[in-house]
């Protein structure tokens, strides 16, 4: 089968698309990545994306965004297509996580709510192809989390051997942070997966605040390495109940969001601290929180860090986070960007987009996307609402297909 995955993750700065090709086979699927494209909102679209995230606007800008951002998944999908020399009927799936603008915890971890939009219909309408999406709530309504969908990808092609001196920890950094930890094939460890806090968001925020605007994130950790970490800070934001909470558990930009940065800047300017130096120790705290739940919920001692995502593009943060791996385990872990890994599909820009290919590859066969173990879900789930196109009447999927894991 040949599935587009399309997702605009938590910084919503751009749409990521991929075209992969899934073939089954006997313990595992396998995936090839055929063309990936990353394209980026107009800044009236992220700015509405924002407000909605920010809980303003009314119902009629949400119901009318969902529209607006089907028509720009549906033209994402097209432009991929394009790129992989193809066209819409050569395409069997679209998978598209959509744009998650809520997503509602309460006090106890119990999850009240999650919407991603961007209209499935209008992208099934636009391109032809039936259009799997909403992938969340399945998850949600048999009790769990909803987040992170990620581990059903890892656990499928990054686990490591039954050789491996510990657990793997595949460490996602968005808008928010999330972790799967993989134990070793044959272990009767289960893998474990979460939220690790703020990921990119507040560097954003921050890189954003001191250029005046200039920069939308802080390019290479250029202007945290001029910065000066306030640790007394970081260790007073990692006392936020979050932090502390046990698995499973899933956060967003509900949680960490521009608010919550504006008040940790006016901390920071209590403090004493320049605009750089904000953007060094907001870098810590990113740096500090993956770390310090890595000490507290890690299964197994971890052997590998594999960091994807955009924050895989900071070598400032990744030379934090394994400083203070080092600090707060006593692990000398290696740290590996997932582009970096051999015999994985795609790199760690299209990962998630491959990943949402990969569930409504499982999803059109009936197939359980979920890893309750991650997610705290009642029992195995296959996630998301198919959305019929044009190809549907004569689609057929692939062979029943059985993972072995």
């Known amino acids: 089968m040949k599935v587009v995955g399309l997702l605009s993750g938590t910084s919503a700065d751009a749409i990521d698309a991929v075209v992969a090709e899934i073939t089954a086979a006997s313990a595992r699927p396998q995936m090839r990545q055929l063309a990936f494209q990353s394209i980026a909102w107009l800044p009236q679209e992220r700015t509405l994306i924002e407000t909605l995230i920010a809980n303003q606007g009314d119902t009629r800008a949400l119901s009318r965004a969902g529209f607006l951002l089907g028509q720009r998944f549906a033209q994402a999908a097209l432009r991929v297509i394009a790129e992989a020399g193809l066209t819409p009927a050569d395409v069997d799936l679209i998978g598209s996580h959509g744009q998650t603008v809520w997503?509602?915890?309460?006090?106890?971890?119990?999850?009240?709510?999650?919407?991603?939009?961007?209209?499935?219909?209008?992208?099934?309408?636009?391109?032809?192809?039936?259009?799997?999406?909403?992938?969340?709530?399945?998850?949600?309504?048999?009790?769990?989390?909803?987040?992170?969908?990620?581990?059903?990808?890892?656990?499928?092609?990054?686990?490591?051997?039954?050789?491996?001196?510990g657990c793997r920890a595949v460490q996602n950094i968005g808008g928010?942070?999330?972790?799967?930890?993989?134990?070793?094939?044959?272990?009767?460890?289960?893998?474990?997966?979460?939220?690790?806090?703020?990921?990119?968001?507040?560097?954003?925020?921050?890189?954003?605040?001191?250029?005046?605007?200039?920069?939308?994130?802080?390019?290479?950790?250029?202007?945290?390495?001029?910065?000066?970490?306030?640790?007394?800070?970081?260790?007073?934001?990692?006392?936020?109940?979050?932090?502390?909470?046990?698995?499973?558990?899933?956060?967003?930009?509900?949680?960490?969001?521009?608010?919550?940065?504006?008040?940790?800047?006016?901390?920071?300017?209590?403090?004493?601290?320049?605009?750089?130096?904000?953007?060094?120790?907001?870098?810590?705290?990113?740096?500090?929180?993956?770390?310090?739940?890595?000490?507290?919920?890690a299964p197994l001692a971890v052997s590998e860090l594999i960091v994807c995502g955009g924050g895989a593009r900071n070598p400032a943060l990744l030379s934090r986070i394994q400083e203070q791996v080092g600090q707060r385990c006593g692990w000398q872990v290696p740290v590996v960007r997932y582009g970096?890994?051999?015999?994985?599909?795609?790199?760690?820009?299209?990962?998630?987009?491959?990943?949402?290919?990969?569930?409504?590859?499982?999803?059109?066969?009936?197939?359980?996307?979920?890893?309750?173990?991650?997610?705290?879900?009642?029992?195995?789930?296959?996630?998301?609402?198919?959305?019929?196109?044009?190809?549907?009447?004569?689609?057929r999927a692939s062979r029943p297909y059985r993972p072995h894991m």
């Open 103 to 165: 997503h509602e915890v309460a006090q106890d971890g119990s999850v009240q709510s999650t919407l991603q939009i961007g209209e499935a219909a209008i992208i099934a309408e636009r391109t032809g192809i039936t259009t799997v999406a909403d992938f969340r709530v399945a998850d949600v309504a048999a009790g769990g989390q909803g987040a992170p969908l990620i581990p059903i990808f890892d656990q499928l092609f990054l686990r490591p051997g039954p050789e491996s001196a």
């Open 340 to 395: 970096d890994v051999q015999e994985v599909p795609g790199d760690e820009d299209s990962k998630e987009a491959l990943c949402f290919a990969l569930l409504a590859w499982l999803s059109i066969q009936g197939e359980a996307g979920n890893v309750p173990a991650c997610t705290g879900a009642d029992g195995l789930r296959a996630l998301g609402k198919i959305t019929p196109g044009r190809n549907f009447p004569g689609m």
């Open 176 to 297: 928010i942070g999330n972790v799967t930890f993989l134990p070793p094939m044959g272990s009767a460890t289960p893998p474990l997966a979460f939220d690790t806090g703020p990921g990119n968001a507040l560097i954003d925020w921050a890189a954003a605040q001191a250029t005046d605007g200039a920069l939308a994130f802080d390019v290479d950790g250029r202007l945290a390495a001029q910065g000066r970490c306030e640790d007394e800070l970081v260790e007073r934001w990692l006392s936020h109940p979050y932090f502390q909470q046990s698995p499973p558990k899933s956060t967003g930009r509900e949680r960490y969001s521009h608010a919550f940065a504006e008040r940790r800047r006016k901390e920071a300017d209590a403090a004493g601290l320049s605009a750089l130096d904000f953007v060094a120790t907001v870098t810590e705290l990113t740096a500090a929180s993956i770390a310090d739940s890595y000490r507290r919920f």
